[in-house]
């Protein structure tokens, strides 16, 4: 016997505890094999949608590393232009004497 299209699309819509006792209810039988496919459909597709999630947090985080890295180039070279500039304060303040 072999369950149609409406069969998948009604268990697609039911939450999964009732999928999950079809499931239980007769084993081996068509509906319970189905059920399960159920199941196993929808654990794929919650691990596809983690993947995604995970892609895009490394996405971020790749972001948020390459903008950290600028930022501490700007701090560097900042501090060097501070450094050079107590420098020539120093230079001109002991040639003023």
């Known amino acids: 016997m072999s369950l149609g299209p409406d ?56 972001k948020a590393a390459e903008h950290a890295e600028r930022s501490a180039t700007y701090m560097k070279w900042s501090v060097y232009v501070l450094a050079a500039g107590s420098l020539l304060t120093a230079a001109a303040t002991w040639f003023h004497k």
């Open 7 to 62: 069969t998948r699309q009604l268990l697609a819509r039911q939450p999964l505890d009732e999928v999950a006792d079809e499931a239980a209810r007769q084993p081996n039988s068509v509906q319970s094999n189905a059920a399960e496919v159920e199941m196993r459909r929808r654990v794929a597709a919650s691990q596809i949608e983690a993947a995604e999630g995970q892609k895009l947090a490394t996405k971020a985080q790749i």
